[in-house]
């Protein structure tokens, strides 16, 4: 099993570009999840999602948005980006009910010029 | 959501034991206490999780008062490859939101 795979690991962007960051599990898991890490601030919830078809926003939703078609894919759209999404971003997948265990992956450097 | 307090960072030297505790004064009934270590440029991975007393697994152990509160994460015998952040979180069975704080920067010398 690959686990959970994030690509691109590195990406840079230009103010107003556009891009998805990719997240795919192999594991069958319903719960997956968006978070951005910035230094000194601990990892923070972008979207979640507790299965094909339903997300919902976590702690700072704005400038992202997110959809679940498949039960495998959860992609990340920036639609416009900004200086302030330069971030390291860390997809995250889990069986089901939040205290299952969480499986992240290896994160997406992002910058945001 | 209950809300973890912890300590920002702490220094330790090789073999010694390490607790790190974590505050969780408004912490529900039905809610697991979770640890995550995070090595830099690494996604956090599961320590150890629990409900109450005591849990122990090959990495740590994990100790829970009868109140709950509070938890302290305890590694055996820390080595410079501990050197890592480690989160605390409360959550519940309910299928909210997981909330990583800032965590404990634990630092490891020789």
């Known amino acids: 099993n690959a686990g959970v795979t994030q690509t691109p690991k590195f990406q840079v962007l230009k103010t107003g570009q556009s891009m998805t960051l990719q997240c795919a599990q192999d594991?069958?898991?319903?719960?997956m999840s968006w978070y951005r890490q910035d230094p000194g601030m601990g990892l923070r919830l972008i979207h979640y999602?507790?299965?094909?078809?339903?997300?919902d926003q976590g702690e700072v939703p704005n400038g992202y948005n997110v959809s679940r078609s498949t039960t495998e894919d959860f992609p990340l759209r920036l639609l416009s980006a900004a200086p302030s999404q330069t971030s390291v971003y860390f997809c995250?997948?889990?069986?089901?009910?939040?205290?299952?265990?969480?499986?992240f992956g290896a994160g997406t450097r992002l910058s945001v010029l | 959501l209950a809300k973890t307090t912890q300590p920002i960072s702490m220094d330790s030297y090789e073999g010694q034991e390490v607790n790190i505790t974590c505050s969780h004064n408004?912490?529900?009934?039905?809610?697991?206490i979770t640890w995550y270590q995070q090595f830099p440029s690494q996604g956090p991975r599961f320590i150890i999780q629990?409900?109450?007393t005591k849990v122990t697994n090959e990495v740590a152990s994990l100790f829970i008062p009868a109140d709950r509160k509070s938890s302290t994460l305890s590694l055996p015998r820390v080595s410079l490859s501990d050197t890592a952040v480690y989160y605390c979180?409360?959550?519940?069975?309910?299928?909210?939101?997981?909330?990583f704080g800032k965590g404990t920067t634990l630092s490891v010398s020789s």
């Open positions: 408004n912490i529900a009934t039905n809610d697991y």
């Open positions: 629990g409900y109450k």
């Open positions: 979180l409360v959550d519940n069975q309910a299928g909210t939101a997981l909330i």
């Open positions: 995250a997948s889990s069986l089901g009910l939040l205290h299952d265990i969480q499986y």
């Open positions: 999602s507790v299965g094909a078809g339903i997300t």
């Open positions: 594991m069958n898991h319903e719960y």
